[in-house]
């Protein structure tokens, strides 16, 4: 088993690999409700983590920027951004 040294420098030799830094374009088709978990999802990762482990835990301040703007397009596109917004009103309370 992999120290937790171990599998950082791993993770950093996998993220820092010839080619992860090129732009790729994807083609998706997901329902509303898709959207709206994975938003919520991606909410989540960015927001707890200092609990998380492997690489999440390695995320730095521009990638977490970059995942929440994804998630944000994602509401947009998906015509969910004000449902959303209400949703984290009653999710508050």
């Known amino acids: ?3 937790q040294k171990e599998v ?3 993770y ?3 993220l820092t690999a ?3 830094e090129a732009t790729i374009k994807l083609s998706l088709q997901l329902s ?3 959207v709206l978990f994975l938003n919520r999802a991606i909410t989540q990762g960015i927001t707890t983590k200092e609990q998380a482990e492997g690489m999440l835990r390695m995320m730095d301040e521009e990638m977490s920027a970059q995942l929440s703007d994804v998630g944000k397009m994602l509401l947009e596109k998906a015509g969910l951004t004000e449902m959303n ?3 984290n009103i009653l ?3």
Do not use: F, I, Y
């Open 8 to 10: 950082g420098v791993l």
């Open 1 to 3: 088993m992999l120290s």
């Open 85 to 87: 917004n209400r949703l």
């Open 18 to 20: 010839p080619g992860m």
């Open 12 to 14: 950093e030799t996998l």
């Open 91 to 93: 999710q508050a309370k």
């Open 32 to 34: 509303r409700k898709t």
